[in-house]
């Protein structure tokens, strides 16, 4: 993904404040898998190629048919009572095939990737 269409997200959120001469919060990448049977795997970092990796790895140890994806956050540290995540657009779909289990993925044309 191009750096500008991150920051372009978190600055018209309010994300941070990236208008003033703060530095932006560091653009971040929550990824989440659902296996359709009560299972799940979450988790955040701030490397999209990591998180696409943490993504399939999870996948490939789920049901056929599971799915999950890889979308922008910025950690808002002026939420109350605690800090928390401002959320973006999602910019990374994958999935097993219901009938193979072969790892399919698909990305946002929005995210500048692909």
Known sequence: MNGDAGFAWAEASGG???RT???CPPLLYVYE???GDGHGVCGVTDVFAVAERRLAVALLDMPYGAAGGVRLAVLDM???PFPSYRYGPVVARAWRDARTGALRRTDDA???RG
Do not use: E
């Open 21 to 23: 001469p703060r530095p």
């Open 16 to 18: 941070g404040g990236c």
């Open 78 to 80: 002026n939420a109350l």
């Open 33 to 35: 898998a659902d296996g």
């Open 110 to 112: 929005m995210s500048g």
